[in-house]
């Protein structure tokens, strides 16, 4: 059983920068490749960010590409997610997916909300 638990989340202003970061309890997490999804506030839950089990390859959804950047550390077993220039619409549950073959794990999510 892997657990995931994010952090970094808040109320930030229109433009502003947030951290997400996601702690996994797995010995092997550098087996895993691992996501960002969010879910909006009567919205489904959607990809943001996918980076590859060593961190070599990440891919953005197209409304946050050239804004946000995915990276891992395995060392610390930790996935960020630095997002910049954030807008409303931004505004969401963020949670960190862990995946592994047939094996796919989510953090409880961390609110962001973006507003003046």
């Known amino acids: 059983q892997v657990q995931l638990v994010e952090s970094g989340g808040g109320l930030v202003q229109p433009g502003g920068s947030l951290r997400l970061s996601c702690a996994a309890s797995?010995?092997?997490?550098?087996?895993?490749?691992m996501s960002w999804y969010r879910r909006a506030p009567g919205k489904e839950r959607t990809l943001v960010a996918t980076i590859t089990n060593t961190g070599a390859s990440s891919n953005y959804a197209d409304d946050v590409k050239g804004r946000f950047t995915i990276s891992r550390d395995n060392a610390k077993r930790t996935v960020y997610l630095q997002m910049n220039s954030l807008k409303p619409e931004d505004t969401a549950v963020y949670y960190c997916?862990?995946?592994?073959?047939?094996?796919?794990?989510w953090g409880q999510g961390t609110q962001v909300t973006v507003s003046s």
């Open positions: 997916n862990a995946h592994y073959h047939t094996l796919d794990y």
């Open positions: 797995v010995v092997s997490f550098s087996l895993y490749g």
